[in-house]
DNA sequence: ATAGAGACCTGTGTGC
DNA sequence: TGCACACAGGTCTCTA
């Protein structure tokens, strides 16, 4: 599910409510989701108090005061609630959280049940457990088998064309692959990279290499590839990511970024671009849909 | 080395 | 209404 604006969304609204509090119960409905959880999950959660949430590419990374971390993917359709103690919350201005009340009776699909002090309580959901959790053990700090390839964070420093042109060099794989690749820029998912393809106006089926010289050096469409990468995902995160189907930031308001997309699940539909007058075309690329106008994305 | 398919799960929408 | 099938925001593992 989750792309980057949409894990960033889930970061911020749980942040406030997270962060200085300590965990004081945790429930679990099973014993994993996509992988069984470590030895002692709850039992090492419980007690500690979280002393910060970070995000890398689509993993959240919450630092414990036990000095352990507790690592979080949400798959396609994690989830979390915020449950308020007495539903009305303190001093969160904006956002909306469910009620005790709303919340009482436990559904099928809430896997992971977290009591904080204060009666604060933050559920997880996921229908389809393609979500992770895991603990990074004292002194390994941001280091994990999950984390240790990832790429460039598409919003940081690091994501230029230079950088980029290093990765694409010599790559047959289509655009739409590359950009997939995790362990090349790691936080776009299926949406975002149609959606910065279509406004970069590069086919997704065009391989990486074309958009880098012979020498090494970016070509044009590289660095607009950059632009458009920047520009989607900062524009999505402004607008609380996307909800297609059960999405929703932590705070349960919706994201708005859907109602924008250009080419996303506008199959057959005509190309926005101004003067185009092509049609939204899907293509299966590596069992994915890939949707985009073969007319202005050469 | 690397591109593609299959696997893991459940829910939803579509067409017959 | 029921049923079969395609498809969904991810990514690891296996196969060519």
Redesign the pocket.
Known sequence: ???LP?VETVRRGLEPVLVGRRIARVDLARDGL?FPFPKSFAARLEGTTVTGLSRR???LIASLSSGESWLI?L???GRFTIVAPDGRPQGLGEFYYETAADAAARG??DHVVIDLDGGWRLIYAD????GIMDLIVSGNEGRHV?LD?LGIEPLGNAMNAENLAMAFA?????LK??L???KIIAG????YVCEALFRAGLSPLKPASSLVTKAGAPRVGLERLVQAIRAVLTEALAAG???????AGADGVA?QFQQRFDV??REGSPCKRAGCGGTVR?H??????TFYCPRCQR
Request: net charge positive.
């Open positions: 599910m989750p792309e949409e996509r590419a689509k993993y993917h798959g396609m359709t099928p699909h229908p389809r457990r393609f999950l390839h010599g790559k047959k794989a289509p692959a590359a997939s690749d995790q776009l998912g299926n949406i990511g996307s909800t297609l189907r059960d999405y994201g996303y699940d899907r299966v690329q590596a069992g994915r849909s």
